[in-house]
């Protein structure tokens, strides 16, 4: 796909080359592509998105409430989740989709997760709302957000209640141990398995941790 330098493309939608710097500094637009010498670049999606093919006025962008538990065992949870989303997104008045997901906060390549950056990626998310921010992804929270800034898509956290660094190492040593226990057999998996239990009662967070 064709890149744009940011004088290039600056010329291309009608602004200063200072306003494009000014737009990535306070995350109105970042471009597609920063070099490691700092040279920003810009995508032809973006391109398409400023000249009208995808603007907000031609395309309504939406809300998604994500909720994600780790196993089916959790579908309770994860009814109670989808309650909270909608009542949360209902009182604020603006179209929104509910996106569901069932897998480990460390998979990747869950379905729901990867409709929701389609989505993005095709300027369609206004925000990406999560209860907390474990639900999103375990770990590569960061990237995403980033990733999303660039398609003018925020993502808010419900809840931001700050977790102790015992509680956030117990939880990371579980969802990692959970999911390459699953890849185990016999004694070993048994042992794997023994260690979730011995973390679990050790932890002290009440939330669902995977």
Known sequence: MKKYSIGQFAKEIGVTVQTLRNWDKTNKLNPQYTAPSGHRYYSQQQLEYFLGLHSPESESRITIGYCRVSSHKQKDDLQRQVENMESYLLSQGNPFKIVKDIGSGINYNKKGLNDVIDLVLNYKVDRVVVLYKDRLLRFG??????????????????????????????????????????????????????????????????????
């Open 141 to 210: 929270f960061e990237l995403l957000e980033n990733l999303f800034a660039k398609y003018g898509t925020k993502i808010e956290v419900i809840d931001n209640t700050p977790k102790t660094d015992d509680q956030e190492l117990v939880e990371d040593l579980i969802q990692i141990v959970t999911v390459f226990s699953c890849k185990l057999q016999g004694r070993r998996a048994n042992k794997a398995k023994k260690l979730i239990k011995e973390l679990k009662e050790n932890d002290t967070s009440k939330e669902d941790t995977n």
